[in-house]
């Protein structure tokens, strides 16, 4: 993505910069650089979390946390219209947390400085700033409740209600999960063995509550819908 037309109007639908008008937007243009990372590929070091800030322009990435036993945890996915490191460039702290590439992606990058500049110059990016803030701190409120649920299958569920609002498309079979996730990765999510997901996953696709296409993607059909409520839907 190394059209300017293209990243400006990716730009533009950004939660970030989505109150500025065209004129406002193009003045910032200049404080932001594009690069592209291949898959697996580290975008963000632990060490770098306090000096620049990610808007994710197509593509998609995870931000992990290695355990003492070397295990993966996913905090949180981000897709393309999202961002990340806004908090650690406020505060100049770093995250215990690294930035990977799942696929292919091109990201805008903002410095400390640029970041600064554009939140004084622009009070709409401030507003809107604050509003992601709130958005993401109710989701680590979902995701404390779901790794205390007791069991696989009320962390499965949860999980899957979770991601139908974050990612979620209304299709005729009833709700596709518009995003690739393995086992294993939703075994980070929530604190499972793979095995664990697998076996609710299956219960569930056998009890006709959730179908998996060809890619993989999971459907959640109406009697998932009608069983657990999809209270953060926003498709």
């Known amino acids: 993505m190394n059209n300017t037309a293209d990243i400006f109007d990716k730009m533009k639908q950004m939660q970030m910069f989505s109150s500025l008008t065209n004129d406002e937007l193009s003045a910032l243009m200049d404080k932001i650089v594009i ?32 355990t003492e036993e070397g295990k993966e945890i996913i905090i ?39 970041f600064f500049n554009i939140l004084y110059d622009q009070k709409k990016v401030l507003n809107n700033m604050l509003q992601m803030f709130c958005i993401r701190l109710r989701d680590s409120w979902s995701r404390v409740q779901m790794v205390n649920l007791k069991t696989a299958s009320q962390r499965v569920i949860m999980l899957l209600n979770q991601l139908a609002g974050e990612h979620g498309e209304k299709v005729a079979e009833g709700i596709l999960l518009n995003i690739r996730l393995t086992h294993q990765n939703m075994a980070d999510m929530i604190g499972l063995t ?20 060809k890619d993989r993607r999971i459907c959640l059909r109406p009697p998932f819908q009608k069983e657990f409520p999809l209270k953060n839907l926003t498709i």
Do not use: P
């Open 35 to 66: 690069k592209n990372f291949k898959k697996n590929e580290v975008i963000l070091y632990e060490g770098d979390t306090n000096n620049y800030m990610y808007l994710v322009l197509s593509g998609r990435v995870k931000v992990i946390q290695n």
């Open 194 to 213: 793979r095995e664990a997901v697998t076996r609710v996953l299956d219960k569930l696709q056998k009890d006709g509550l959730v179908s998996t296409q």
């Open 76 to 114: 949180a996915i981000h897709k393309a219209g999202e961002s990340f490191g806004e908090l650690s460039l406020i505060d100049c702290k770093t995250s215990s947390a690294s930035v990977l590439a799942m696929v292919n992606t091109t990201a805008a990058i903002i410095n400390k400085i640029n």
